[in-house]
């Protein structure tokens, strides 16, 4: 289905919450959208031996948020180079910002070239579910995919569907360091809403599978964004 307004969509979620399996489907189900996930673009920088990299990787193994100024320089940079400062650009964020400094941030940048997010969507999943979810996780680290052992097997067990690459588990999903995780993404998530509420572009979805959240994110985009007959 094709997108009439640019849509610049931030999914905001817990860990574990279903940002990357729903970031999947909406790209399948609307072809128009890209996508960027700041915690696939940190981990495709680990490999690289910098200095950077070995401060990115202290920060994630623990559980830990970057500095805001560096995730800033960081997804301003991608965004620049992948020319999505400007109105026309449609595109979804999954992961950043997850501060109301990075949020204050990002739209100083977008603001003058017109660009704002111009939907937030909540992600609203029980607490348990999450840490169940995220121990039944497996991903293919080179694409981003993710795979639940539970409820989303790759059809090859812990091989990658599209590539045939094995599967890993992340090191930051052990029980310690995601309930870190967690702790930290619900002291940011009110004052991130309030920022986004003021704008008025928040939405929130519940449900405890991406089979029951799916088809209300969809439809909010559907609403906001495209031609129903198209
Ligand atoms: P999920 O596990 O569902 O992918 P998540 O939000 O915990 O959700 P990522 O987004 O992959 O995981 O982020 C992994 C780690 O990367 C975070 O714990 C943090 O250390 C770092 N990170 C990612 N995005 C940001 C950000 N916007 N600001 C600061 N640190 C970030
Ligand atoms: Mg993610």
């Known amino acids: 289905m094709a997108l009439v307004r640019p849509l610049r969509l931030l999914l905001l979620g817990a860990p574990g919450s279903g940002k990357g399996t729903l970031t999947s489907r909406l790209l399948k189900q609307f072809p128009t959208i890209s996508s960027l996930s700041s915690g696939d673009i ?11 990299s070995h401060e990115i990787s202290s920060y994630i193994k623990e559980g830990k948020l970057l500095p805001d100024k560096l995730m800033v320089r960081l997804i301003g940079g991608e965004l620049d180079k992948r020319n999505w400062l400007n109105k026309q650009s449609t595109w979804l964020l999954d992961g950043f910002p997850r501060t ?16 704002s997010i111009n939907m937030v969507v909540e992600l609203d999943v029980d607490q348990k579910v999450i840490i169940d979810r995220i121990e039944a996780r497996w991903v293919h680290v080179n694409s981003g995919r993710v795979y639940n052992l539970d409820y989303n097997p790759p059809k090859v067990p812990f091989k990658d569907d599209i590539t045939g690459e094995p599967l890993t588990k992340r090191d ?14 619900n002291k940011e998530l009110q004052p991130l809403k309030q920022f986004y509420q003021e704008l008025n572009v928040l939405h929130t979805v519940s449900g405890n599978t991406s089979d029951i959240v799916y088809p209300q994110l969809a439809q909010l985009v559907i609403d906001n964004y495209s031609h129903i007959n198209n």
């Open 100 to 115: 109301v400094g990075q949020a204050r941030s990002l739209d100083q940048v977008l603001k003058p070239n017109e660009a």
């Open 172 to 185: 930051d999903d052990t029980a310690e360091v995601v309930s870190k995780r967690l702790d930290l993404y």
């Open 42 to 52: 940190l981990r495709s920088q680990l490999s690289s031996g910098t200095t950077l």
